[in-house]
């Protein structure tokens, strides 16, 4: 009794560890919006596993700024898909110029949370500026 009891355990964490190997990739891209410290973020979300375009998912988009913790947080928005296979758009309203991580949250068929570094300055988002826990860098307010 005891080896059937393991092998349906042992079954059932091979399903479980399947399920759990879809994960999500995403490539964030944000442009300024007009607005001081608005952005127009255009998120491609994919399976890591497979590449096929992640569709009909609620995906909510929040940032913080790790250099600041509790300081600088952006309450997070609900982003829209944009008819294009696996991609969606959000608008995030920053408080000033720096580095920081863009939230994921992702639900639906595929379910994963993300955080994407990103460096926003007046041109756009690009690579963080500095690595984490690196001395030097910072941020900067725009004023």
């Known amino acids: 009794m005891l080896k ?3 092998a349906a355990a042992l079954a059932g964490l091979c399903s479980a ?3 759990a190997a879809d994960r999500a990739k995403a490539a964030v891209d944000c442009k300024p919006a007009g607005a ?3 952005y127009d973020c255009t998120i491609k979300l994919s399976n890591a596993r497979t590449s096929d375009a992640v569709e009909k998912a609620e995906v909510t988009v ?4 790790p250099s600041m913790p509790m300081a600088h947080n952006v309450k997070p928005v609900i982003a829209k898909a944009t008819g294009k296979a ?3 758009e959000a608008r995030l309203q920053l408080e000033m110029f720096g580095d920081w991580a863009v939230r994921l949250k992702i639900e639906g068929a595929l379910r994963d949370q993300l955080v994407e570094m990103r460096n926003f300055s007046d041109k756009g988002s690009g690579p963080p500026a500095r690595k984490a826990g690196a001395p ?5 307010h725009g004023h």
């Open 4 to 6: 059937v009891s393991l």
């Open 17 to 19: 560890a399947a399920l």
């Open 36 to 38: 001081k410290f608005a």
């Open 62 to 65: 929040g940032a913080d700024m």
């Open 86 to 88: 696996g991609e969606y």
């Open 136 to 140: 030097g860098g910072g941020h900067k």
